[in-house]
């Protein structure tokens, strides 16, 4: 592996000024205690390159379904099944933990997200979202227009969001101090530009953009929006406002991991017009927890662990006369075990059905490289203490962004518990934008766990230069495949379509299939798939 300099990591990361006047600020900064948690790259690679498994004879177990991943999909999956009373099978994750990438993490001082983190509320068209959430207790009622009423509790808490910009932090994600005329006036074209998108239906009725994707419309109206970027779509409106461009920008960061000259026109708008009801009204309350989505997977699968083998990779799929034969290894390649499936609801992503399908190996369908995935890192910083802060500042909110960095800032863990003084968790998000995702990646696991906390203390330092002295401890996770990529033409090209196809006994189920990796969609494709299996069973 390549050693980088201090001034190399900082640079590559934060930009080259930011890194020369960090280290000219200090040439040994001091660390906390820490380290690199989380996903299994060294299995990954493993199966990459081929691991060959042989079952003993007596470690096969016939099983009617087996899901592969405990991601939000898989475990939806399972509780539709057990909701439907199919109880008869058994879900495999990799890891040590359900989850995927809305797992969570717990310390001392708070539960924290390590991936996803909110939802917006779901409109009362979202049945079976609805649903879960009045099983957890989240839902208190409807409002006079059928609308859901979330339970205070659920709700973020004020203030929701600030941004700093040149030494001071204001209200907000659009960063209204200094906007010009012209400014505002972008700002009111593009949110016009948003309410007609948002008030639009086709001849059936449907929204042009909702969640899940699956309710959206198709009419050729909307969908050749993914035939352009959502800069090229700002272009072609004259929006040229740089903080209109930063706000939309950073909306396409911090959804897809993506820039806007990478995201489908489609995909930004949809960011901005599915979650809200009609035009001039806010967007969707969000609904958080502590611990952000990990709230939702840990209720899934308190439902379904008894079925659920943790710390168990599936490394081969083959289809047979009667279904589907399951090889399966403990995280350290030992102890092979089989099942015999009659059906198979893959929740894992395309690029890890490339190598564990077994007829994939040798002539993956063109589709599966369609799915590119970006790279993220998450760090989780335990502070003894809140940072320092001037009066003229806008308070700490629950999300903290950074005008002038490319990572996303962070989100406070203890927000919404009320309690606003003392020890606390803050989650930092950076994502890794690279127009190639491999470039990203390699960038991503080259980068060892000092690397990775000087990036997050060094760019919290810009607006809390006493962050080092309260940090007791910074862990990070390496993302390697955060979130599909809702890159130009992806969003309704043939390979969506193709990929969620089922593959003889083999059903997909993964967020990846909707283009956009979030909560809903997860939730949506595991539902869908675990009916379509029911139907066959
Ligand atoms: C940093 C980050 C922030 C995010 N923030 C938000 C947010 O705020 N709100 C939101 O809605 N969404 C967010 N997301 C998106 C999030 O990915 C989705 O909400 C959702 O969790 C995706 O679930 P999934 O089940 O489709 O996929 P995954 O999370 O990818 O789950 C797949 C599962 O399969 C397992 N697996 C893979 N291969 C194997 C194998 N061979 N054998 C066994 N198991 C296997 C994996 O370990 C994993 O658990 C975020 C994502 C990231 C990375």
Known sequence: MTTFTRREILAAFLGVPFALAACRRSAAPAFPEGEIVGTSDVFGHRLRDGLKVDVPSDAWTNVPVVIVGGGVAGLTAAWRLQK?????????????????????GTNRVASFPWGAHYIPTPMKENVALLSLLDEMGVVEGKDADGEPVIREQFLCRDPEERVFYKGRWYEGLYLHAGATDEDRQQLDKFNA?????????????????????????????????D?????QWLNERGLYSPRLRWWIDYACRDDYGMTLDQTSAWAGLFYFCSRVTKPGVESQSLIT?????????????????????????????????????????????RDPRGFRARRVIFAAPQFMARYV????????????????????????????????????????AWDNVFYESPSLGYVVATHQRGRDHGPTVLTYYYPLCDENPRTARTRLLETDWRGWADVALADIERAHPDIRELVERLDVMRWGHAMIRPRTGFMWGQARREGAKPFRSIHFAHS????????????DVGLRVADEVLKLI
């Open 512 to 523: 990846e299939l909707s283009g956009v990796a979030l909560f809903e969609e997860a939730f």
């Open 227 to 231: 035939r352009i970027s959502m800069d």
């Open 289 to 333: 927890w502590p611990e952000g989505n990990g709230r939702l997977v840990n209720h899934l699968f308190e439902k379904s662990k008894a079925r659920v083998q943790l710390d168990r990779a599936v490394v081969e799929l083959i289809p047979s006369e009667t279904g589907v034969d399951v090889i399966t290894v403990d995280r350290e390649g």
């Open 193 to 225: 530009e948003t309410a007609r998108w948002i008030s639009w239906r086709d001849g059936r009725g449907r929204r042009a953009f909702t969640l899940p994707v699956s309710a959206c419309s198709d009419d050729a109206e909307v969908t050749e929006l």
């Open 84 to 104: 439907s009373g199919f109880d008869d099978f058994a879900l495999i994750e990799i890891e040590n933990a359900p989850g995927g990438t809305s797992r969570s």
């Open 357 to 396: 399908i077994r007829p994939y190996r040798d002539n993956p369908p063109p589709h599966v490289a369609e799915f590119q995935f970006g790279s993220w890192m998450v760090a989780n910083l335990t502070l003894r203490n809140r940072p320092k802060q001037s009066p003229r500042d806008f308070p700490l």
